[in-house]
C-alpha cells in the first residue's frame, strides 16, 4: 500500500505561482510513476501531469505545458508540482497519485489540494 499526502495549496491572484508537494508514505519501494490530476464536482477530470521515478521521464497536458513543471526528489518520496502562470481557469482540487511497478494503473490518490487563483 502507498498513502499520499498533497500540501502547498492556496490563493493566488492570477499570474501568480504555486507549488505543490506530495509526500509518499508505505511501500515507496513500488512506486513506477506520480503523477498530479485535478477535478471538482461537476468539472470533468483532468490528468495533468506524470514523471517516472527512476527514469524521470515526462508528460504533460496541453493545458499545462510551458506553465507547470512536475519534480522528485527519491530521498525524500516526494513529488513537486511547480505552477507558473496560473490563470483562473486552474482552479481546482489537485490530487496527487502514484503507479505501482506491478500495476498499469494508477491505484493511489490522495485526499486533494485545493488551489483557487482569482482575477
Known amino acids: 500500500q502507498v498513502q499520499l499526502v498533497e500540501s502547498g495549496g492556496g490563493l493566488v491572484q492570477a499570474g501568480g505561482s504555486l507549488r505543490l508537494s506530495c509526500a509518499a508514505s508505505g511501500r515507496t519501494d513500488s512506486i513506477y510513476a506520480m503523477a498530479w490530476r485535478r477535478q471538482v464536482p461537476g468539472k470533468e477530470r483532468e490528468f495533468l501531469v506524470s514523471i517516472t521515478w527512476s527514469g524521470g521521464s515526462t508528460y504533460y497536458a496541453n493545458s499545462v505545458k510551458g506553465r507547470f513543471t512536475i519534480s522528485r526528489d527519491n530521498a525524500k518520496n516526494t513529488v513537486y508540482l511547480q505552477m507558473n502562470s496560473l490563470k483562473p481557469e486552474d482552479t481546482d482540487v489537485y490530487y496527487c497519485?502514484?503507479?505501482?511497478?506491478?500495476?498499469?494503473?494508477?491505484?493511489?490518490w490522495g485526499q486533494g489540494t485545493q488551489v483557487t487563483v482569482s482575477s
Open positions: 497519485g502514484a503507479q505501482s511497478v506491478i500495476e498499469s494503473k494508477y491505484n493511489y
